[in-house]
Protein backbone atom coordinates (compact mmCIF):
# COMPACT_ATOMS: atom_id res chain seq x y z
CA UNK A 1 0.00 0.00 0.00
CA UNK A 2 1.37 3.47 -0.39
CA UNK A 3 2.69 4.71 2.47
CA UNK A 4 1.91 8.51 0.85
CA UNK A 5 -1.34 8.76 1.65
CA UNK A 6 -3.58 8.36 4.73
CA UNK A 7 -6.96 7.19 5.62
CA UNK A 8 -8.04 10.29 6.50
CA UNK A 9 -6.86 12.11 3.00
CA UNK A 10 -9.68 13.86 1.22
CA UNK A 11 -11.59 11.67 -1.58
CA UNK A 12 -9.67 14.03 -4.25
CA UNK A 13 -6.25 13.52 -3.02
CA UNK A 14 -6.65 10.46 -2.31
CA UNK A 15 -7.66 9.46 -6.34
CA UNK A 16 -4.86 12.53 -7.55
CA UNK A 17 -7.43 14.50 -8.56
CA UNK A 18 -7.86 18.37 -8.43
CA UNK A 19 -10.40 18.89 -6.40
CA UNK A 20 -13.25 20.09 -8.26
CA UNK A 21 -16.86 19.42 -9.65
CA UNK A 22 -16.10 18.86 -13.28
CA UNK A 23 -13.77 15.54 -13.42
CA UNK A 24 -12.88 13.20 -15.97
CA UNK A 25 -14.96 10.23 -14.89
CA UNK A 26 -12.51 8.03 -17.36
CA UNK A 27 -10.13 9.24 -14.68
CA UNK A 28 -12.22 8.38 -11.52
CA UNK A 29 -12.76 4.93 -12.51
CA UNK A 30 -8.82 4.57 -13.67
CA UNK A 31 -7.72 5.68 -10.65
CA UNK A 32 -10.28 3.31 -8.75
CA UNK A 33 -9.03 0.34 -10.19
CA UNK A 34 -5.35 1.38 -9.78
CA UNK A 35 -6.27 1.90 -6.28
CA UNK A 36 -8.45 -1.32 -5.80
CA UNK A 37 -5.79 -3.66 -7.23
CA UNK A 38 -3.04 -1.69 -4.94
CA UNK A 39 -5.34 -2.31 -1.86
CA UNK A 40 -7.57 -5.02 -2.50
CA UNK A 41 -7.56 -7.49 0.68
CA UNK A 42 -7.04 -10.48 -1.46
CA UNK A 43 -3.25 -9.14 -1.96
CA UNK A 44 -2.30 -9.50 1.51
CA UNK A 45 -3.55 -12.89 1.79
CA UNK A 46 -1.18 -14.36 3.00
CA UNK A 47 0.08 -11.72 5.84
CA UNK A 48 -0.29 -10.93 9.19
CA UNK A 49 -4.05 -10.25 10.74
CA UNK A 50 -3.12 -6.79 11.41
CA UNK A 51 -2.22 -5.87 7.55
CA UNK A 52 -4.96 -7.79 6.38
CA UNK A 53 -7.59 -5.57 8.54
CA UNK A 54 -5.71 -2.53 7.17
CA UNK A 55 -6.01 -3.83 3.81
CA UNK A 56 -9.50 -4.05 4.04
CA UNK A 57 -9.75 -0.60 5.99
CA UNK A 58 -8.04 0.48 2.50
CA UNK A 59 -10.61 -1.15 -0.03
CA UNK A 60 -13.47 0.47 2.28
CA UNK A 61 -12.10 3.44 1.97
CA UNK A 62 -11.30 3.92 -1.68
CA UNK A 63 -14.52 2.41 -2.08
CA UNK A 64 -16.75 5.06 -0.79
CA UNK A 65 -14.55 7.40 -1.92
CA UNK A 66 -15.31 6.14 -5.06
CA UNK A 67 -18.85 6.27 -4.88
CA UNK A 68 -18.95 9.78 -3.25
CA UNK A 69 -17.16 11.26 -6.65
CA UNK A 70 -18.39 9.37 -8.73
CA UNK A 71 -22.06 10.93 -8.21
CA UNK A 72 -22.30 14.59 -9.12
CA UNK A 73 -25.00 15.64 -6.34
CA UNK A 74 -22.93 13.79 -3.35
CA UNK A 75 -19.46 14.93 -4.85
CA UNK A 76 -20.83 18.66 -5.02
CA UNK A 77 -21.99 18.11 -1.38
CA UNK A 78 -18.74 16.80 -0.37
CA UNK A 79 -17.46 19.91 -2.14
CA UNK A 80 -19.27 22.38 -0.32
CA UNK A 81 -18.68 20.34 2.95
CA UNK A 82 -14.82 20.79 2.19
CA UNK A 83 -14.83 24.39 1.73
CA UNK A 84 -16.82 24.81 4.69
CA UNK A 85 -20.44 25.42 3.57
CA UNK A 86 -22.37 22.52 5.46
CA UNK A 87 -25.07 21.35 3.13
CA UNK A 88 -27.24 19.81 6.82
CA UNK A 89 -30.17 18.81 4.60
CA UNK A 90 -31.73 17.08 7.72
CA UNK A 91 -32.00 20.56 9.38
CA UNK A 92 -31.74 23.03 6.81
CA UNK A 93 -34.50 23.09 4.83
CA UNK A 94 -34.55 26.45 4.25
CA UNK A 95 -35.24 27.52 0.48
CA UNK A 96 -35.70 30.12 -1.80
CA UNK A 97 -39.61 30.92 -2.07
CA UNK A 98 -39.52 29.84 -6.13
CA UNK A 99 -38.32 26.64 -5.43
CA UNK A 100 -40.92 25.83 -2.35
CA UNK A 101 -43.44 26.75 -5.29
CA UNK A 102 -41.84 24.68 -7.70
CA UNK A 103 -42.53 21.49 -5.30
CA UNK A 104 -45.94 22.83 -4.56
CA UNK A 105 -46.74 22.59 -8.19
CA UNK A 106 -44.62 19.19 -9.20
CA UNK A 107 -46.33 17.27 -6.11
CA UNK A 108 -49.80 18.77 -7.47
CA UNK A 109 -48.84 17.82 -11.09
CA UNK A 110 -47.77 13.86 -9.86
CA UNK A 111 -51.13 13.88 -7.74
CA UNK A 112 -53.30 15.01 -10.32
CA UNK A 113 -51.50 13.26 -13.46
CA UNK A 114 -53.81 9.83 -14.43
CA UNK A 115 -51.82 9.06 -17.83
CA UNK A 116 -48.07 7.46 -17.93
CA UNK A 117 -47.64 10.45 -20.49
CA UNK A 118 -48.75 13.29 -17.54
CA UNK A 119 -46.20 11.62 -15.60
CA UNK A 120 -43.47 10.70 -17.95
CA UNK A 121 -44.13 14.43 -18.93
CA UNK A 122 -43.40 15.26 -15.61
CA UNK A 123 -40.42 13.42 -15.33
CA UNK A 124 -39.06 15.25 -18.59
CA UNK A 125 -39.74 18.21 -16.57
CA UNK A 126 -37.50 17.34 -13.24
CA UNK A 127 -34.87 15.91 -15.51
CA UNK A 128 -34.20 19.45 -17.34
CA UNK A 129 -34.73 20.84 -13.87
CA UNK A 130 -32.19 18.75 -12.31
CA UNK A 131 -29.77 19.09 -15.05
CA UNK A 132 -29.94 22.82 -14.73
CA UNK A 133 -29.74 22.82 -11.23
CA UNK A 134 -26.92 20.47 -11.43
CA UNK A 135 -24.83 22.80 -13.78
CA UNK A 136 -25.24 25.93 -11.59
CA UNK A 137 -23.94 24.13 -8.55
CA UNK A 138 -21.19 23.37 -10.72
CA UNK A 139 -20.61 27.05 -11.71
CA UNK A 140 -20.96 27.99 -8.22
CA UNK A 141 -18.06 25.80 -7.20
CA UNK A 142 -15.57 25.79 -9.65
CA UNK A 143 -15.81 29.54 -11.22
CA UNK A 144 -18.06 31.13 -8.80
CA UNK A 145 -16.45 30.33 -5.65
CA UNK A 146 -19.90 30.40 -3.45
CA UNK A 147 -19.78 27.33 -2.00
CA UNK A 148 -22.70 28.51 0.36
CA UNK A 149 -24.87 29.09 -2.71
CA UNK A 150 -23.74 25.89 -3.97
CA UNK A 151 -24.88 24.39 -0.62
CA UNK A 152 -28.83 25.09 -1.69
CA UNK A 153 -28.42 23.69 -5.02
CA UNK A 154 -27.56 20.79 -3.87
CA UNK A 155 -30.20 20.63 -0.90
CA UNK A 156 -32.54 21.51 -4.10
CA UNK A 157 -30.90 18.40 -6.44
CA UNK A 158 -31.72 16.33 -2.86
CA UNK A 159 -34.89 17.00 -3.01
CA UNK A 160 -35.33 16.57 -6.44
CA UNK A 161 -33.86 12.99 -6.39
CA UNK A 162 -36.43 11.76 -3.57
CA UNK A 163 -39.18 13.67 -5.79
CA UNK A 164 -37.61 11.44 -8.88
CA UNK A 165 -38.22 8.33 -6.56
CA UNK A 166 -41.86 9.30 -6.57
CA UNK A 167 -42.29 9.53 -9.92
CA UNK A 168 -40.67 6.00 -10.52
CA UNK A 169 -43.02 4.56 -8.18
CA UNK A 170 -46.03 6.00 -9.82
CA UNK A 171 -44.71 5.36 -13.12
CA UNK A 172 -44.58 1.20 -12.01
CA UNK A 173 -48.29 2.23 -10.63
CA UNK A 174 -49.38 2.86 -14.05
CA UNK A 175 -47.22 0.39 -15.92
CA UNK A 176 -45.87 -2.66 -14.08
CA UNK A 177 -44.72 -4.01 -16.58
CA UNK A 178 -41.81 -1.17 -16.99
Known sequence: MDTAL????????????????ALDRAQLDA???????EVHPDRFAGESAT?????????VRVNEAHQRLKDPVKRAAYL???RGASVNAERNTAMPAHFLM??????????DARSLADVE??????????HDT???????????????????QV?????????????ERRLDALDPTR
Open 6 to 21: RLDSDDFTLFGLPPKF
Open 31 to 37: QWRRLQA
Open 51 to 59: RQRQAMQWA
Open 80 to 82: CEM
Open 102 to 111: QQMAWREALE
Open 121 to 130: ALQAELATEQ
Open 134 to 152: LAQAARLLDEAGQPEAAAQ
Open 155 to 167: RALMFMQRFRQDI
